[in-house]
């Protein structure tokens, strides 16, 4: 519900301060008062453009409404998305400056005005006689219709099983646009499949056959050089002979001079067992040079062959492999790419069906929803002076439809005997719309709602049996809903939880809580005019007393 609305500054309003009660709270006083400044300033709080301006005077103006929604309520799943804090009550401000800029927050937190006028719309429903929005969008009809027949969970079906079959449609559209680019280049994929194939690269080739080709155009100087270094190692005069000499030397020392050499002794063993290891390691390098041309002239031809073939695909000796693996792919791909367009299709066959089962049973769901609806509709119109107009659900085949189903959803009215049911907001005149606003308000009133409505003079123009009809709904509605209205129906005005009368005193506007004696007098003045009478006095004491009379005697009475 809408638990408070404070305005400084705003046109008229110097400062004013509301407390809203669940139910029906109205707001009274005379025409120019400053009713409307109200309402547009509490639009401006839900981020509304509105029409209110800063004081005259005033360097700044600000409108701050405070609201208090269920736990489960829309906009607190909203807040939670944005990672705001969503518990308690929600605090909706915008400031003005005298120069026309505005700043918006929400729970004392800057944000952009798009996002308080997301949250805002819902929280806040306000129906107006330039309404265009709320019940009269478009856009919003076919929610109302599928939550007003309980259809929700089969919408949400048939929005599945279209994305599914969308989702087939697709990768049978990516299967067809594969093959036909590989048809195109079916020779060129088989050929070149066959060639990698057969010559089978290997990764790292390249590599190790440029070191073998060194070495083998080198060979016969490495042998020279390697047999050279073996030589110096094992000769007559080599380090393996020498090493050997010394060590028999010190092997015939006396026992207490080979322990003091014990550590020399040690090394110069280690450095033999190097030296034949290392002599060892180039007789077995030297026996392994390949001094043969024929070998060479192969290896030269297979390495020059893997770098052609780098080049004509465009890729590194390394990177062939991978390419033959991309080219294995497309040629069975193309062989194979038959079966698996079948199952494609079979695929987007069956999506297709199920979609269209689900959406054809919602159809007809819909069509019971909507006859349900329009009778409902109707059987508020009559009593509300709306008795020669007629209102209409026009569902209209959507070709092969949507994830939305298979039928466009608009509500339609025609005021006039014989005249073209049209859009609400483009046929009702500015007295009918709040009162259409109000009818489907009722017959949807169990539905999810806002946590607060607004209505602008609803019973403009109507008195009598209307203006108590009007009432009579209203306090209905307010029963799920909270109802703020601005009236000049003292029928309506009697069944009030929270009433309050605006004034004009001077330049500025005055905002005053009603109670007891003092409400009863506004609806006196409601009823007679600039001058009080007895007579008024006691007729508003009996719409008062009226007023609270269960309401399943007033409906009969409507």
Not at 119 to 143: K, M, N, P
Not at 315 to 343: C, H, I, W, Y
Request: proline share 2%; hydrophobic share 50%; glycine share 8%.
């Amino acid at each position: 519900m809408l638990a408070a609305l404070t305005v400084r500054d705003i046109v008229l309003i110097e400062q004013a301060a509301l407390e809203f009660a669940p139910g029906l709270n109205v707001l009274t006083g005379e025409t120019g008062a400053g009713k409307s400044i109200l309402l547009d300033s509490l639009g401006l709080a839900i981020g509304g453009r509105g029409r209110a301006g800063v004081r005259p005077g005033a360097a700044q103006g600000s409108a701050t409404a405070v609201f208090d929604p269920a736990p489960n309520h829309a906009s607190r799943a909203l807040l939670t998305q944005q990672a705001m804090p969503a518990e308690g009550e929600i605090v909706l401000r915008r400031s003005l400056a005298a120069d026309g800029k505005s700043r918006a927050f929400i729970n004392d937190e800057a944000v952009g005005v798009g996002l308080l006028k997301e949250l805002g719309g819902l929280l806040l429903e306000i129906h107006g006689q330039s309404d265009d929005r709320g019940l009269f969008d478009v856009a919003t009809h076919r929610g109302l219709l599928d939550c007003f027949g309980g259809l929700e969970g089969q919408a949400r079906d048939v929005a599945a099983l279209h994305a599914a079959w969308d989702a087939a449609r697709q990768i049978l559209a990516a299967l067809k646009a594969r093959a036909a680019e590989a048809e195109r280049n079916a020779d060129f994929i088989r050929a070149a499949a066959s060639e990698l194939s057969d010559f089978a690269p290997e990764a790292g080739e390249e590599e190790r056959l440029a070191g073998e080709r060194a070495l083998m155009m080198n060979a016969s100087r490495i042998a020279e050089d390697l047999s050279a270094a073996s030589d110096a190692l094992s000769g007559e005069r080599g380090a393996e002979a020498a090493l050997a000499v010394t060590l028999k030397k010190l092997s015939r020392l006396q026992e207490e001079a080979r322990k003091r050499v014990a550590g020399a002794e040690a090394a110069l063993e280690q450095a033999f067992a190097l030296t034949e290891e290392a002599r060892r390691e180039l007789d077995g390098l030297l026996a392994s040079l390949d001094t043969d041309t024929a070998a060479l002239e192969k290896k030269e031809e297979r390495l020059f062959a893997l770098r052609a073939l780098a080049r004509k695909y465009a890729t590194t000796p390394d990177g062939l492999a991978a390419v033959l693996a991309d080219f294995l792919a497309q040629r069975e791909a193309l062989d194979g790419s038959g079966n698996s367009m079948k199952e494609s299709d079979a695929a987007v066959s069956a999506t297709r069906a199920a979609f269209a089962a689900a959406a054809q049973k919602l159809s007809k769901a819909r069509a019971a929803a909507a006859r349900k609806l329009e009778e409902a509709v109707a059987g508020e119109l009559a009593p509300l002076k709306l008795g020669h107009a007629k209102f209409r659900v026009a569902l209209t085949p959507d070709e092969e439809g949507g994830a939305h189903g298979l039928e466009r959803i608009a509500f339609e009215v025609a005021t006039v005997e014989g005249a073209a049911f049209g859009g609400l907001a483009k046929i009702a005149s500015g007295g009918e719309l709040a009162r259409f606003s109000l009818a489907l308000k009722v017959a949807l009133a169990q539905i999810s709602s806002p946590a607060a409505l607004v209505f602008d003079e609803v019973d403009r123009g109507v008195g009598g049996a209307v203006a108590d009809a009007v009432g009579e709904r209203l306090q209905r509605l307010a029963e799920t809903t909270q109802v703020l209205l601005v009236t000049h129906s003292p029928q309506v005005a009697a069944r009030a939880a929270r009433h309050f009368r605006i004034s004009r005193v001077g330049d500025k506007t005055r905002i005053v809580l009603l109670e007891d004696e003092a409400r009863l007098e506004e609806i006196a003045r409601m009823l007679s005019g600039a001058i009080v009478t007895d007579e008024a006095r006691a007729a508003a004491k009996r719409l008062v007393a009226e007023a609270s009379i269960p309401l399943k005697k007033s409906r009969k009475r409507a």
